[in-house]
């Protein structure tokens, strides 16, 4: 049986291609299609000298796995070692999907002339077979994504924020609030409500210790320090309306910037204000803040936020 090498890069290629596609488009990455074929023909070039045993070592499993983080770090650029890690399993995940699509196409198939060679399949099959391949595992990746997701809708409703207050930060977790529409009445910037309590390491606790009388207007000697000077041009009053309260008030506070990590990603929140709740926002303590929904959905569009994640 005849096998010609373009025909092996090709296939690989375009199998490669689309297995990337699909893990960024799951992942919801911004891809750039100039990394995602770099990735996919180092991976067809890999396919080439696995089947001319040119160099032994690179049918090596622990240089596959090696092969695999370099292909999602050429596609995806991820910045840290986390998000790295999520990228590849997903990209495992995929492949898995991908593998199994195409042993069914070739048992309905079934072409006369096709062999295994060092875990791959060679043969003479048609181009239009791989591609075809390529679009059921895509089609069914993404289903199969989607519903497992709605099953975790649960888990969904949470994410973690990392709140800079000057060189301070602070982690939490907050939950996906669709009631939270809070904005600074003046400058329209969102407002992300976070519990008193856990906020001591990271703001002067002269300022969490008297909110009221910050609010009203009414700052004493015994508050008004130097500690305390530089944080009052960053104060706003938010106005807040919740069961049992009809007008309430919120002592705001511009940060430097909040982190929000969801759906395998970090989005970076610039000019983002945090509302300081003097209460506790769960009874068992499951989270810590409220972020609302619409800072979520615009997460990557919004003036206020910069993807940090591609």
Same mark, same amino acid.
């Given at each position: 049986?005849?096998?010609?090498?373009?025909?092996?890069?090709?296939e690989?290629?375009?199998?490669?291609?689309?297995?990337?596609?699909?893990?960024?488009?799951?992942?919801?990455?911004?891809?750039?299609? %100039?990394?995602?074929?770099?990735?996919?023909?180092?991976?067809?070039?890999?396919?080439?000298?696995?089947?001319?045993?040119?160099?032994?070592?690179?049918?090596?499993?622990?240089?596959?796995?090696?092969?695999?983080?370099?292909?999602?770090?050429?596609?995806?650029?991820?910045?840290?070692?986390?998000?790295?890690?999520?990228?590849?399993?997903?990209?495992?995940l995929?492949?898995?999907?991908?593998?199994?699509?195409?042993?069914?196409?070739?048992?309905?198939?079934?072409?006369?002339?096709?062999?295994?060679?060092?875990?791959?399949?060679i043969?003479?099959?048609?181009?239009?077979?791989?591609?075809?391949?390529?679009?059921?595992?895509?089609?069914?990746?993404?289903?199969?994504?989607?519903?497992?997701?709605?099953r975790?809708?649960?888990?969904?409703?949470f994410?973690?924020?990392?709140?800079?207050?000057?060189?301070?930060?602070?982690?939490?977790?907050?939950?996906?609030?669709?009631?939270?529409?809070?904005?600074?009445?003046?400058?329209?910037?969102?407002?992300?409500?976070?519990?008193?309590?856990?906020?001591?390491?990271?703001?002067?606790?002269?300022?969490?210790?008297?909110?009221?009388?910050?609010?009203?207007?009414?700052?004493?000697?015994? %508050?008004?320090?130097?500690?305390?000077?530089?944080? %009052?041009?960053?104060f706003?009053?938010?106005?807040? #309306?919740?069961?049992?309260?009809?007008?309430?008030?919120l002592?705001?506070?511009?940060v430097?910037?909040?982190?929000?990590?969801?759906?395998?990603?970090?989005?970076?929140?610039k000019?983002?204000?945090i509302?300081?709740?003097?209460?506790?926002?769960?009874?068992?303590?499951?989270?810590?803040?409220?972020?609302?929904?619409?800072?979520?959905?615009?997460?990557?569009?919004?003036?206020? #936020?910069?993807? %940090?994640?591609?």
């Open positions: 049986m005849t096998i010609y090498l373009d025909v092996v890069l090709i690989n290629l375009i199998m490669n291609y689309i297995i990337l596609f699909a893990t960024g488009y799951i992942l919801k990455i911004k891809l750039n299609h %100039i990394r995602l074929i770099l990735s996919a023909l180092l991976g067809g070039i890999y396919s080439i000298l696995a089947y001319m045993e040119i160099l032994p070592i690179y049918t090596n499993f622990l240089m596959k796995i090696l092969l695999s983080v370099v292909m999602v770090y050429l596609a995806y650029n991820a910045k840290n070692i986390k998000l790295l890690l999520k990228q590849i399993t997903i990209f495992y995929t492949s898995f999907v991908f593998g199994g699509c195409s042993f069914a196409l070739l048992y309905f198939i079934k072409p006369q002339e096709i062999l295994m060679k060092n875990g791959m399949l043969g003479t099959y048609p181009l239009k077979i791989a591609v075809l391949g390529g679009i059921v595992g895509f089609t069914i990746s993404v289903i199969a994504f989607k519903v497992v997701k709605r975790l809708n649960k888990k969904d409703m994410c973690d924020i990392t709140v800079f207050v000057g060189e301070k930060n602070i982690k939490t977790k907050a939950m996906i609030d669709t009631g939270n529409m809070l904005k600074d009445p003046i400058t329209r910037i969102p407002v992300i409500v976070v519990e008193k309590d856990i906020l001591y390491q990271i703001i002067p606790y002269k300022i969490l210790d008297n909110l009221e009388e910050i609010i009203g207007g009414e700052i004493s000697n015994e %508050i008004y320090e130097e500690e305390v000077i530089k944080y %009052i041009s960053k706003r009053v938010i106005p807040f #309306t919740s069961l049992g309260k009809e007008n309430g008030m002592l705001g506070l511009k430097k910037k909040v982190i929000v990590e969801i759906d395998f990603n970090e989005e970076e929140i000019d983002v204000i509302g300081i709740y003097n209460k506790k926002l769960s009874k068992k303590n499951k989270y810590n803040a409220l972020i609302g929904l619409d800072i979520i959905e615009r997460s990557g569009e919004s003036e206020y #936020t910069t993807s %940090i994640s591609k």
